[in-house]
């Protein structure tokens, strides 16, 4: 029988497009490093103890102390100085909860400034910000016309239909790794399960699915982003996205309704309100949203059970502890690390007082370590009966639209880990994801053994 992979269809690309999306860019960590190697001295300065900004805190995985210290001292606090200019933190489980519960003081907006850390570039004209509209940084009503474009995509009963896929390609994936040798777990089971799954929802071009992934690191590393010398190849991958995504939307135009992402969104009302740079930004938010974050709890689960033993024994003597084992896992990684929300009006929060024009940085890693929900919150508990309560997908009318996708790969892969009674162990280098909105793992070198 033909596997999954190989018996998608692929849909034809023109040559010409294929050649221009191949001549790519680097890898967004590779210019980055290239681009600090070549200027010493120019890596971010953060003198503010509290500035949980500075990336170098989550490459060497030392950031939990911190945020310790400050919820410690209260749920909200105001950073004066950063690379990003100042900004509030808040850094309480409850608090985050009841900023994101009002979203017309705490807007969401990308004109007041978007949903990460970075400081609008309010002195580069608007046609070249590369600020891509999409309805993650859009407030009401707008946000709610284009978030109902999608969401019918990310229903229970699509997701019973992507199920069968989904774990015929996770047993595939797991079938083929290496026996008896050190491997990379991220190149070789959390990048092609999460790129593939998302090929499949937009019927992407299967042999040019890898695009994906590297679109998505240059989308979705605020370090980056703010270096401005980086602009043009930034610009330059952009414009490469935008070219493919173009020619796919020609192509789906053309060929009527059919249920992938792509096709809904041309063909649902709230599109003839879209216009193209609208749908580009409604493209890489789908792309960005759903493969940075799956992908980095693939990874986390396989790092935290080898770090947390007898969690690992837990799992692999009950199966049925899987879905709670999920959101647990969910919670510990905390894919993204933070969203962005600014002052609408000046307020009042949590005894403080912010002004119009401020930002709020909702700090999700930190609530999902706050002691005042989750008991021993350092620790991975897959038992841990209200591990639900977990904020990494945010809260309020911005939930994560694809959550159930999300918890729907995670939790075949830890089904189809168990049926196979795999176990991984980490036996080699670690690195992790040096950026302060991702979190995450750029290698995990692991050796897998059965139980
Ligand atoms: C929004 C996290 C997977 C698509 C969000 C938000 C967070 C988040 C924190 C913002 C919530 C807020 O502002 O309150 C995650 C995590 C994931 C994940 C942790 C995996 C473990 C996915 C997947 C997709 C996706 C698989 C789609 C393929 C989106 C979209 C939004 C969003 C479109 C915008 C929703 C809106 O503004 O209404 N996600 N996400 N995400 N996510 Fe996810």
């Not at 070249?128 to 993650?136: Q, T």
Request: hydrophobic share 40%; net charge negative.
């Amino acid at each position: 029988m033909a596997s999954a992979a190989q018996s998608r269809a692929p849909t034809p690309v023109p040559e010409a497009a294929r050649a221009r999306s191949w001549a790519r860019s680097p890898s967004a960590h590779e210019a980055l490093e290239a681009h600090y190697a070549a200027n010493p001295g120019t890596r971010p300065n953060h003198p503010h103890p509290w500035d949980t900004s500075r990336s170098d805190i989550y490459a060497e995985n030392r950031w939990e102390p911190i945020f310790k210290e400050m919820r410690a001292e209260g749920p909200l606090h105001y950073i004066p100085e950063s690379p990003y200019g100042p900004y509030w933190s808040v850094v309480g489980h409850k608090a985050i909860q009841h900023t994101e519960a009002l979203p017309e003081i705490f807007s969401s907006s990308w004109e007041y400034g978007g949903i990460t850390i970075l400081e609008r570039l309010a002195d580069v004209p608007l046609e070249e910000r590369m600020e891509l509209p999409m309805f993650i940084a859009m407030d009401r009503p707008k946000h709610t016309g284009q978030r109902k474009t999608v969401a019918p995509a990310f229903t229970p009963a699509e997701m019973k239909r992507l199920e069968g896929e989904i774990r015929q390609r996770t047993g595939e994936c797991l079938d083929a790794l290496p026996r008896g040798e050190t491997f990379d777990w991220v190149n070789t089971v959390s990048i092609p399960l999460t790129t593939g799954m998302l090929a499949i929802l937009f019927d992407f071009p299967w042999e040019d699915r890898d695009l994906l992934t590297h679109w998505s690191d240059w989308s979705g590393d605020t370090e980056l982003a703010s270096v401005r010398a980086l602009d043009d190849v930034r610009r330059g991958m952009l414009r490469e996205m935008a070219a493919y995504f173009q020619m796919l939307w020609a192509e789906r135009a053309q060929r009527g309704e059919a249920p992938d992402l792509i096709s809904r969104m041309i063909h649902s009302p709230a599109m003839n309100q879209m216009d193209p740079q609208e749908f580009m930004g409604n493209l890489v938010l789908l792309i960005v949203g759903g493969n940075d974050t799956t992908r980095n709890t693939m990874s986390g689960i396989v790092h935290a059970l080898d770090r947390f033993p007898d969690q690992r024994k837990l799992f692999e003597e009950n199966a049925e502890l899987i879905p709670n084992a999920v959101q647990e896992c969910i919670r510990y990684q905390t894919p993204l690390k933070h969203m962005r929300r600014t002052c609408t009006q000046d307020t009042e929060l949590f005894g403080q007082n912010i002004a119009e024009g401020d930002k709020v940085i909702l700090w999700y890693n930190s609530a999902n370590r706050d002691e005042s929900v989750f008991e021993n919150a350092e620790k991975l508990d897959i038992t841990r009966e209200n591990a639900r309560r977990h904020i990494a997908f945010g809260y309020g009318i911005h939930r994560c639209v694809g959550a159930r996708l999300a918890e729907l790969q995670l939790r075949v892969l830890m089904e189809e880990m168990h049926k196979r009674r795999l176990r991984v162990d980490v036996t080699g280098d670690v690195q992790r994801v040096r950026a302060n909105f991702v979190e995450g793992f750029r290698k995990l070198e692991v050796e897998v053994t059965r139980f």
